[in-house]
C-alpha cells in the first residue's frame, strides 16, 4: 500500500518524464516541409552555414551575395544547426567537405565553386542528402517516420560503441558519487563529534577552519584545484580526485545540518534520559537520534542530490562521466536530443535511487515498531 | 535515606548554594520552598545529579551516588521535570518501556506489563498508544511521572512540576502524589503553598543559597520562627508588585491582582474594582519619586479587602500634600470604591516612609 508521500512521488517521477519526452520531441522534430534542392540556384534566398576559413567565407560572399551567411567555427555546431533545420546548406573548403562526406552519407555535395575540373579544392556546398533531389526519392521513401526514429536510437545508442560511453559514463558518475558521499560523511561525522564534545581541539579547530573556507569556493574550481594541483605529481586517478574534493565540499554543509540538528534536541531531553539510567550513548541512539534524523534527513537528501549534480563537472577534470558521453556522442552524431533525454533519465533514476535508499536505511536504523 | 552535608555549588562568580545540610527520610515528603532564585532548584540537580558538587556531599542509602551516563548510573532517585521532557518521537507506553528495556534488560513483554501497570496507577492506560503531543499538560506530568515509576526508584525529585499547569491539572498531580507517598520519598520543589501543606511531612525554606527553616507545613507556614520565612510566607498570601516608574506594567499588575483574587475565591466584582481602585490609584499619586511597594491583602476573618501603597523614602506626605491635586474623576472613583481611605507614616530602615491604605467596600 503506498503512502501518500510516495505516490506524489511517482506522479511527480511520471509527469517530469511526460515533459521531458515533449519537449524531445518538439526538439527532435524535423520541419514538415523540407525542400529539396538539385543546384547551386535552388540555394537562392536561403541560410547558409559558412566554416570559418579564409576560402570559404570570401568565395561564398561573392557566390552569393545578398544571402544570409552564419560563420561557424566548430563543425559541431554547424551540423547540429543543420540538423535542427536552422540552416539549410553547408559552405565549407573542398578538403574539409570531402572528409566528412566520407564517412558520412547524411551529406551529399550540391556542388563545388572554385575547383579544379577533377573536383578538388575550391569550396563545396553541402546539403543533407535527403534533401538532395536526385537522392531524395530513395531516401524518404526508405524511411517511414517510426523508422527514421529506430535509426536515430541505432545510431546514438547502439553503434560504435555510444552503449559503452554512456554505461562507462554512468558507472564514473556513481563511484564518484559515492565515494565523495561516504568520505563527506564520515569527516561530517568526524566534525560533528569534536565539535560537540569539545575533543581533540588542536585538530578540529584547522580542520573545521579549512572546510569551511573550502566550501566558499565552487565545486568545479575545486575539483580542478585538486586535480591539476594539489594532485598533480600522484598517480591517483582522476575519480579518486574528484572524490575527495567533492567530499570535501560537501562534508561543510552535512557537518552544518548534523550539528544543527543534533543540538536541537533539548538539553532536558538528555537529561531526562540520563535520569532514566541510559548511558550517554544511548541516550543519543534512543533519544537524540531518532528525532535529529527525522528533521534532517530532508535537508541531507537535498546535500546528496547536490553532490550528484555537482559530479557532472567532472569533465573538467578529463574524467568519463556521463556529461562527458553526451558530448562524444553529440560529437558523432550531430544529434542533441536522444544523448541529452537518456543521460537526464539516468540522473533522474540515480536521484530516485538516493531519496529511497537514504530514506530507507534511516527508517530501518532508527525508527522502532 | 539522603543525606546532604555541607554542600556548596557555585556558577561561575555566583554562589548558589552556600553550605546546604539536609537529610530526607525514606517514605517522606519534603517540600522545598523559597523565592527565585534562591537555589532550590538548583539544590534538586545537585541531588539528581546533573550538576557537580563544588564542595560538600550527598549520600544516597550512605553510598554516595554514581555517576550519570555510564553503565549502572542512577537510577535509585528519579525526576520530574517542569518541561515533563517526554520523550516526543515516541508513543506513551514506548516513553515508558524505553529504560527498563535497555538498563534493566527487561524483556519486552515484561516492560510492556510494568509499563501498562504504572499507567493504571496514575489513571491513564487508555492513552498508552498515544503520542506525547496529544496530551494535555496534565496528562503528560502524570505519564512523566509513571516513566520514572517503572525504574523503581526509592526517591522521587519534583522540580516545580506544577508550575505550569492550570489548576484542575494541579489537583489530578496532587493526587497521585498522595498516591506514591506511601512508596516513595518525594523531594518537592514548589511555590504551591496549598500543594506543599497537603502533601509534605516536612517543609524546608530557602533563601539566597542556604536552608533558614525547617518544620512541618504548619509550624513553617502559620507559625514561622524566623523573620525571613514570615515575610516570605506572608507574600504568598498577599499579593505584592512594585511599582518602579510611570511606565510600570499594568497588564502585568492587573493579572497578578486576578490570580490573587481567584485564589482567595473572590467574586469578579470584587476582582474589577479591585483593579480600577489600582489603576486610578496610580493616577493620582506621585510615580516617578521612586518605587512604590503596593501590597493587595484580604483578610479571611472580616472578609475584607484592601490596597496599600508604600511611598519610596522622601515623601513626607501624599494625601495631604500641598501640591496634591488629583483629577477630580479619579477621586470620584476612589471615593467610591472605598469605605475609608489614610495615611500613616511608618519607620523603615531607609528613613520614614508614607504608607497609604485603601479599604475597599464590600
Request: hydrophobic content about 45%; overall charge negative.
Amino acid at each position: 500500500m503506498k503512502s501518500i508521500v510516495e505516490r506524489k512521488n511517482l506522479s511527480r517521477m511520471w509527469s517530469i518524464l511526460l515533459c521531458l519526452l515533449l519537449l524531445g520531441a518538439l526538439g527532435g522534430c524535423r520541419p514538415d516541409a523540407e525542400s529539396l534542392y538539385t543546384d547551386l540556384d535552388d540555394l537562392a534566398g536561403k541560410r547558409l552555414a559558412v566554416y570559418h576559413g579564409v576560402l570559404g567565407d570570401s568565395l561564398a560572399q561573392v557566390h552569393f551575395p545578398g544571402a544570409d551567411l552564419k560563420d561557424y567555427d566548430k563543425t559541431l555546431n554547424l551540423f547540429i544547426d543543420i540538423e535542427a533545420g536552422k540552416r539549410d546548406a553547408v559552405v565549407m573548403d573542398g578538403v574539409t567537405a570531402d572528409m566528412v562526406m566520407a564517412t558520412n552519407s547524411d551529406y551529399t555535395c550540391l556542388g563545388r565553386i572554385g575547383a579544379t575540373a577533377e573536383g578538388v579544392g575550391g569550396i563545396a556546398v553541402m546539403v543533407p542528402t535527403r534533401q538532395y533531389a536526385p537522392l531524395a526519392d530513395k531516401e524518404v521513401d526508405a524511411r517511414g517516420w517510426l523508422q527514421g526514429w529506430k535509426e536515430r536510437i541505432h545510431r546514438n545508442l547502439f553503434a560504435d560503441e555510444a552503449w559503452h560511453l554512456i554505461t562507462g559514463g554512468f558507472y564514473t558518475t556513481v563511484i564518484i558519487f559515492l565515494g565523495a558521499a561516504v568520505f563527506a560523511f564520515l569527516l561530517a561525522v568526524l566534525l560533528t563529534y569534536m565539535g560537540i564534545n569539545h575533543k581533540w581541539g588542536w585538530l578540529y579547530h584547522p580542520l573545521h577552519w579549512f572546510v569551511f573556507t573550502i566550501h566558499d569556493i565552487p565545486s568545479v574550481v575545486l575539483m580542478m584545484f585538486f586535480y591539476y594541483v594539489v594532485f598533480a605529481s600522484t598517480s591517483l586517478s582522476g575519480i579518486v580526485v574528484a572524490a575527495i574534493a567533492l567530499g570535501v565540499y560537501t562534508s561543510a554543509s552535512l557537518t552544518k545540518i548534523f550539528k544543527i540538528h543534533i543540538t536541537q534536541i533539548s538539553k532536558e531531553q538528555r537529561e531526562a534520559g540520563l535520569m532514566l539510567g541510559l548511558t550517554s550513548r544511548q541516550v543519543y541512539r534512543y533519544v537524540v537520534f531518532p528525532q535529529a534524523v527525522r528533521t534532517m534527513l530532508p535537508l541531507v537528501i537535498a546535500e546528496l542530490k547536490l553532490l550528484l549534480r555537482s559530479t557532472s563537472y567532472a569533465g573538467y577534470i578529463a574524467q568519463k562521466d556521463l556529461v562527458k558521453a553526451v558530448d562524444a556522442i553529440r560529437g558523432v552524431t550531430f544529434d542533441a536530443f536522444l544523448p541529452l533525454l537518456i543521460v537526464s533519465l539516468l540522473y533522474l533514476l540515480l536521484s530516485w535511487l538516493i531519496t529511497r535508499s537514504v530514506g530507507g536505511m534511516c527508517q530501518k536504523l532508527f525508527v522502532h515498531d | 535515606m539522603i543525606e546532604i552535608s555541607h554542600i556548596n555549588k557555585s556558577f561561575g562568580d555566583r554562589q548558589v548554594l552556600k553550605d546546604v545540610s539536609l537529610t530526607v527520610a525514606p517514605h517522606e515528603a519534603v517540600c522545598v520552598i523559597g523565592p527565585m532564585g534562591c537555589g532550590k532548584s538548583t539544590l534538586i540537580r545537585c541531588i539528581a545529579g546533573l550538576e557537580k558538587l563544588d564542595s560538600g556531599q550527598i549520600l544516597l542509602d550512605g553510598a554516595p551516588c554514581k555517576p550519570l551516563g555510564k553503565q549502572g548510573g542512577r537510577q535509585k532517585v528519579g525526576m520530574v521535570f517542569q518541561s515533563y521532557n517526554l520523550f516526543p518521537h515516541l508513543t506513551v507506553l514506548h516513553n515508558l518501556m524505553l529504560a527498563p528495556q535497555h538498563v534493566l534488560h527487561l524483556t519486552e513483554k515484561e516492560a510492556e506489563a510494568e509499563a501498562v501497570r504504572q499507567l493504571e496507577l496514575v489513571g491513564l492506560a487508555e492513552k498508552m498508544h498515544m503520542f506525547p503531543r496529544e496530551l494535555s499538560s496534565g496528562q503528560r506530568q502524570r505519564v512523566a511521572m509513571a516513566r520514572c515509576l517503572v525504574m523503581k526508584p526509592q526517591v522521587l525529585l519534583l522540580d516545580e512540576i506544577t508550575s505550569a499547569l492550570d489548576p484542575l491539572a494541579t489537583s489530578e498531580v496532587k493526587e497521585v502524589l498522595r498516591k506514591l507517598k506511601q512508596e516513595v520519598a518525594l523531594v518537592l520543589v514548589t511555590h504551591d503553598m496549598a500543594l506543599a501543606s497537603d502533601i509534605a511531612d516536612r517543609v524546608v525554606f530557602m533563601t539566597d543559597g542556604h536552608i533558614v527553616e525547617v518544620g512541618t507545613s504548619d509550624e513553617v507556614f502559620n507559625h514561622p520562627r524566623q523573620e525571613a520565612t514570615r515575610v516570605f510566607v506572608n507574600r504568598i498570601r498577599d499579593f505584592h508588585y512594585a511599582v518602579r516608574s510611570r511606565r510600570y506594567d499594568l497588564y502585568e499588575l492587573h493579572a497578578g491582582m486576578a490570580h490573587f483574587c481567584e485564589r482567595n475565591n473572590l467574586s469578579h466584582e470584587q476582582k474589577f474594582r479591585v483593579q480600577l481602585l489600582s489603576e486610578e490609584v496610580l493616577q493620582v499619586v506621585p510615580l516617578d519619586k521612586g518605587t512604590i511597594d503596593l501590597a493587595l491583602r484580604y483578610s479571611e476573618k472580616e472578609k475584607t479587602l484592601s490596597l496599600e501603597l508604600l511611598m519610596p523614602a522622601g515623601i513626607t506626605s501624599v494625601l495631604h500634600d500641598k501640591e496634591f491635586a488629583p483629577d477630580e474623576l479619579s477621586m470620584a472613583i476612589i471615593e467610591g470604591l472605598c469605605d475609608h481611605m489614610n495615611e500613616t507614616v511608618e519607620d523603615c530602615p531607609e528613613g520614614p516612609r508614607v504608607r497609604l491604605c485603601f479599604g475597599l467596600k464590600e
